[in-house]
């Protein structure tokens, strides 16, 4: 089973960045969000200038993700987990969710046994998904044959054009199950119908930076979820 995972939430916010969907324990930003302020929060000084916005506060998302990490020992504990990262842009989100599961199974009555795979992609040129998977780096997929259920973790579903030819990929090493959770997943018109079993906030059409997520290669070391301005884009354009 291949699971992409986003943090899931029945938490209520008070603030308006957040309106619950139809779909339980999932929340969609709506379209006039603005975010907020990037002086309210701890910004490094060389990106001051190449960010709108911020628009999920990293506490936020260390939240959602924890209840995450509840919703997949209640869904599938007692199987085999074998969770895949996708490099490089869900490799914080890969790691927060591990260590909460990981908290889970020293805490509680239930516990899942796992084991790590990663696989690295390319999908981007500047703000634009190409459409094209390309596949640079990786363990060998072949140890996932047969496998109950695989928990693969994905940064943010675009256009889904990336995500169908993965799963296409995972299929010729016949994996038992495969689920797919995203940490993000964007409303775009360019969408090709693609929607993850899990996903932790549906987002506006925007290009956003920060916890893993790049603009060619930038913004990885920044904490929250950000706009990325027209500045920013010129400046670290390839």
């Not at 993700?65 to 987990?81: N, P, Q, S, V």
Request: proline share 4%; charged share 25%; aromatic share 10%.
């Amino acid at each position: 089973m291949l699971l992409i995972s986003v943090p899931l939430s029945t938490l209520y916010w008070s603030d308006s960045l957040l309106t619950p969907l139809m779909i339980p324990g999932q929340f969609s930003i709506s379209d006039e969000e603005q975010g907020y302020d990037l002086d309210l929060f701890c910004i490094p000084k060389h990106y001051a200038a190449d960010l709108e916005r911020v628009y999920i506060p990293h506490g936020l998302i260390l939240d959602r993700t924890e209840r995450l990490a509840r919703e997949i020992m209640k869904d599938m504990g007692g199987h085999h987990i074998v969770a895949l990262c996708v490099l490089k842009g869900g490799y914080k989100f890969f790691a927060d969710l591990l260590d909460y599961i990981k908290a889970l199974n020293r805490n509680s009555d239930r516990s899942i046994p796992m084991t790590v795979d990663f696989i690295r992609l390319k999908s981007y040129c500047n703000d634009q998904s190409t459409g094209e998977i390309k596949v640079i780096g990786g363990d060998d997929l072949s140890t996932l044959t047969g496998k109950l259920v695989l928990c693969c973790f994905k940064d943010i579903i675009d256009t889904g054009k990336t995500m169908k030819t993965l799963l296409q990929l995972l299929k010729q090493y016949n994996p038992k199950m495969v689920k797919v959770a995203s940490l993000l997943v964007k409303r775009t018109p360019r969408s090709v119908g693609y929607r993850p079993d899990f996903v932790g906030f549906e987002v506006p059409d925007k290009f956003v930076v920060g916890y893993a997520l790049d603009y060619n290669e930038y913004f990885r070391d920044l904490n929250h979820i950000c706009v990325i301005s027209e500045t920013g884009k010129e400046k670290y354009k390839a």
